[in-house]
């Protein structure tokens, strides 16, 4: 095992939300990619944070 493992449900959480875009976006066309890659880097931003803040406790 890594030490810089990351959750497994929170990379599963991240790779849904991708998929939900890219189906989304294949029917409506409707997402913007760039505000769609913001809220995807927010995520991992929170949590690799998350992450973190409990390494340093």
Do not use: P
Not at 3 to 23: A, C, P, Q, S, T
Not at 24 to 31: P, S
């Amino acid at each position: 095992m890594n030490e810089n493992n990351v959750d497994k449900e929170k990379l599963d959480y991240l790779f849904n939300l991708i998929r939900m875009y890219e189906g989304n976006n294949l029917r409506t066309n409707k997402y913007d990619d760039d505000a769609m890659i913001k809220i995807i880097e927010k995520e991992i931003r929170k949590i690799v944070d998350k992450e973190e803040q409990q390494h340093e406790i």
